[in-house]
T-cell receptor, first 115, second 111 residues
């Protein structure tokens, strides 16, 4: 079945550094991918919709200059958390749908801890 | 905002059927009902989806009311590994349509 791969699984960084998270669709082309953030004991919150070859669409309240999204190919979207701060520590999850498929597939998530 | 309402938590004895309800009274005609679950610190896992007919797969059964305003996910023989947060979601099947998660139901399977 369709698989979405997310890397890295966890990352620890110092405050002020930037962190890149990759999301790949392994056996299908994804013109659209979605990025979510999840804080402990809370639900997934949609951050942005990543569109191949064009700018991402951000949800209200999500800073586009803080969370840079690049969707340069049909199988890869990246989320870069710029100048990370401790409040950016969270679980980040990507997802994608294959064309003609009704399911949304999720990556395994990235736990970001900013010291 | 999420278009679904679920109880925040439920308990179920191991080996018994777990019945998880979901209300989606504002569902549109082109929207499917999806169920996902999330085990701690993992990405959500697809369980089942349906439009208006009841559905069954190797994991669960989905019962959708005739007016489509509510549904029930049934795990026929719950095991400890079914302990997770279960999310009921309504969404069109189009590839570009975003999915908004509600708060889900935290299911505890009791030994």
């Amino acid at each position: 079945g369709a698989v979405v791969s997310q890397h890295p699984s966890w990352v620890i960084c110092k405050s002020g550094t930037s962190v890149k998270i990759e999301c790949r669709s392994l056996d299908f082309q994804a013109t659209t991918m979605f990025w979510y953030r999840q804080f402990p004991k809370q639900s997934l919150m949609l951050m942005a919709t990543s569109n191949e070859g064009s700018k991402a669409t951000y949800e209200q309240g999500v800073e586009k200059d803080k969370f840079l999204i690049n969707h340069a190919s049909l199988t890869l979207s990246t989320l870069t958390v710029t100048s990370a701060h401790p409040e950016d520590s969270s679980f980040y999850i990507c997802s994608a749908r294959a064309q003609g498929r009704e399911k949304l597939f999720f990556g395994s998530g990235t736990q970001l801890s900013v010291l | 905002d999420a278009k679904t309402t679920q109880p925040p938590s439920m308990d179920c004895a191991e080996g018994r059927a777990a019945n998880l309800p979901c209300n989606h009274s504002t569902i549109s005609g082109n929207e499917y009902v999806y169920w996902y679950r999330q085990i701690h610190s993992q990405g959500p896992q697809y369980i089942i989806h349906g439009l208006k007919n009841n559905e069954t797969n190797e994991m669960a059964s989905l019962i959708i009311t005739e007016d489509r305003k509510s549904s029930t996910l049934i795990l026929p023989h719950a095991t400890l590994r079914d302990t997770a947060v279960y999310y009921c979601i309504v969404s069109p099947m189009n590839r570009d349509d975003k999915i908004i998660f509600g708060k889900g139901t935290r299911l505890h399977i009791l030994p």
